[in-house]
């Protein structure tokens, strides 16, 4: 038996879980997880399904074809030990970065990490610590577009599913934003939206906030405004330093990340435009 996840997006209509179950009976399947929601706005279905079945993965896509053909979806399909393969990058702050790292070697992020890429040497030591291969890509605005070639090659040869930035400072252009499209995770050292730009505890600081957070979104064209994965928040007061709310800060965006990661490389998201469903 292999378990197989399957996610679903698709116009909502009658009879569609039925559709998609009488297709797993087909091929044995035993379902041992189940979510959907149907986002009352587009009238767009959203399901994952965790199954067990005889069937190789070949005779569990033939089965399925017809039903997301019909439906006029997007289905995917893979199986559960198929473990995701995710690229890293990261610069001076490495808080995050250690974090997954961290978290990945005790077996809670069911992900490889086949390479992590920094615009500073100085991270080799925790990717070498680690045993992750480590390549420094300097960039500059000389170099910018050169230094994004070799991100889109080591994707593409690394058979890469998505990419994570652990704090990594720079900002990709909207040609790496198109081509790697839902693919590509970003923590942002705030409650969205917020104080953006640089120093955002300072910024905070000086308003006297009771709140402070972390955001995980997708990458997109619009900076810090791509679709949300995960969120959190801590409370502070008068009485916090600028110290004390980036020690507080650093806790939450690893949280944050961390969380972001596991849902996407458990097929737990579902992007509808420009928001996403998670089956946490």
């Known amino acids: 038996m292999t378990t197989y996840i399957l996610t679903i997006q698709c116009p909502d209509a009658p009879g569609l879980v039925n559709r998609v179950t009488g297709a797993l009976l087909e091929v044995g399947a035993n379902i041992t997880e189940a979510a959907q929601f149907t ?11 965790v199954f067990d079945s ?18 006029g979806g997007t289905f995917t399909l893979r199986p559960r030990d198929a473990r995701r393969r995710v690229l890293i990058m990261a610069s001076r702050e490495e808080h995050c ?25 100085e991270r080799a030591d925790l990717a070498h610590r680690y045993g992750i291969p480590f ?6 605005p000389e170099t910018k577009t050169a230094a994004e070639k070799i991100l889109l090659e080591r994707v593409e040869r690394l058979g890469i599913d998505f990419v994570v930035l652990a704090r990594y400072m720079q900002i990709l252009s909207s040609e790496v934003c198109h081509a790697l499209e839902g693919r590509i995770i970003n923590i942002h050292h705030s409650f969205l939206p ?8 300072h910024q905070a600081h000086a308003r006297g906030v009771k709140l402070i957070g972390a955001t995980a979104h997708y990458v997109t064209t619009d900076l810090d405004e791509g679709p949300i994965i995960e969120q959190d928040v801590v409370r502070v007061d008068h009485a916090d330093s600028v110290e004390d709310m980036v020690r ?17 490389a458990e097929d ?3 992007l509808l435009g420009s928001k996403t469903v998670v089956f946490s």
């Open 39 to 49: 986002d009352p706005d587009t009238r767009i279905f959203a399901q994952r399904i």
């Open 54 to 71: 005889p069937a190789s993965l070949a005779e569990a896509r033939a089965a399925l074809d017809p039903v997301s053909e019909a439906v």
């Open 97 to 121: 970065l250690l974090d997954l790292l961290f978290r990945h070697r005790n077996g809670e992020l069911d992900i490889d990490i086949p390479l992590i890429i920094s615009n500073h040497e």
């Open 135 to 140: 390549e420094h890509v300097p960039v500059t």
């Open 194 to 201: 917020g104080f953006k730009g640089a120093r955002p505890y």
């Open 248 to 264: 507080l800060g650093r806790d939450v965006e690893r949280l944050v990340l961390s969380r972001a990661v596991r849902y996407q």
């Open 268 to 270: 737990r998201v579902i």
